[in-house]
């Protein structure tokens, strides 16, 4: 097996899994039932769903919804975003409504694209730096770095390593990934529940949120209208740049099954870039359904930088919108690698 398939294999592992049950809690005289194997389709493939009834009760009528949404008994996933959903049947038996449910997987109906990259330049990076997040912003690169006690967030000539500006978190905190919107730095801290807003300008502390049903804080991009989050599952969560709510998720998925781990990201023409923890490939990723559509594999670069006792995993990866180039690191690398990515 050739090193690049051994790497897609394992980017790309996947687990899946469906259940059934009563969304009420009781017992149901009826369960849903459907033609797909594993309860599992593809994007733009139909499912038809009927009601198993073991009690031969007379069924006066059943309702059908995928999450909230009301559909018919043969429902086409065409637009639906990838991922595990909810169907719940309402059964209406003898002046008596029921409710049962279970569980459908959507995966996406084609294989990601393999990419490879070609090395346009190498840059000093501060070797202590142990990075989360990374980004551009009128040419110049803004870091987040991690670890109890040594968190920072930082402002930097990447073609030097010259540091403009540093602040250092507070040794309670381990920093996350970071991204820059309306003249805001946000970032983010890992296991703390809470996220620093700052000044652009100043690097001042303005404001802080707490995240809500992420549990985690791992990686930050926007498109200028959305804040996208990762927590650490196979969900890039979608934050109100107003509020820092997080008003939806969408489900990172292949024509496989789930991609867990997703970590420090980028938003890249129209995509969402995500590096994946203790993998050294970055997944490019649909936003409006949670496809992957690509991967990339730059598991080579860690041996073109300083090999010490503490080098780990690629992470960290911006996109320079002056160059039309991008720009990957690692945690505790001395390089930082300028990079044009192509179809393999």
């Not at 991204?179 to 529940?193: A, G, P, R």
């Not at 160059?323 to 179809?343: A, H, Q, R, S």
Request: with cysteine; proline share 3%; net charge negative.
């Amino acid at each position: 097996m050739s090193s690049t398939k051994l790497f897609i294999i394992t980017v790309l592992s996947f687990s899946l899994w469906t259940c059934g049950d009563n969304p009420n809690g009781k017992k149901s005289s009826f369960s849903i039932t459907t033609d797909a194997k594993n309860n599992t389709i593809a994007l733009g493939e139909t499912i038809k769903l009927s009601i198993e009834n073991p009690k031969s009760k007379t069924i006066n009528g059943i309702t059908y919804k995928i999450n909230s949404r009301e559909i018919d008994e043969v429902f086409d996933a065409t637009d639906m975003p990838l991922g595990v959903h909810t169907i719940t049947a309402t059964v209406t038996s003898d002046g008596t409504a029921e409710e049962t449910s279970t569980t459908l997987t959507i995966l996406n109906n084609v294989a990601p694209k393999i990419y490879s990259y070609k090395i346009l330049n190498e840059y000093p990076h501060d070797i202590t730096s142990y990075t989360q997040g990374l980004e551009f912003h009128d040419g110049v690169l803004y870091e987040s770095t991690g670890q109890y006690g040594k968190s920072k967030l930082r402002k930097v000539n990447y073609k030097t390593g010259e540091v403009l500006k540093n602040i250092n978190l507070g040794t309670q905190y381990f920093g996350e990934g970071l991204t820059i919107l309306n003249n805001n730095i946000y970032q983010l801290t890992w296991k703390e529940n809470i996220g620093f807003i700052y000044s652009l300008d100043t690097f001042e502390k303005t404001g802080s949120f707490n995240y809500g049903k992420s549990k985690e804080g791992w990686g930050l991009c926007n498109d200028g209208k959305v804040i996208f989050k990762t927590d650490g599952t196979n969900k890039v969560w979608k934050l109100n740049p107003e509020t820092l709510a997080e008003d939806d998720y969408i489900q990172i998925y292949t024509n496989t099954g789930k991609i867990d781990s997703l970590n420090e990201l980028e938003y890249i023409e129209g995509k969402i870039y995500a590096n994946i923890y203790q993998r050294n490939g970055v997944l490019i990723i649909n936003p409006e359904n949670g496809a992957v559509e690509g991967v990339i594999d730059f598991s080579p670069l860690q041996k073109l930088v300083k090999q010490h006792p503490s080098l780990d995993v690629l992470n960290g990866i911006a996109y320079n919108p002056d160059t039309k180039t991008i720009f990957v690191t690692g945690k505790e690398w001395d390089k930082l690698f300028e990079v044009e990515v192509f179809v393999k």
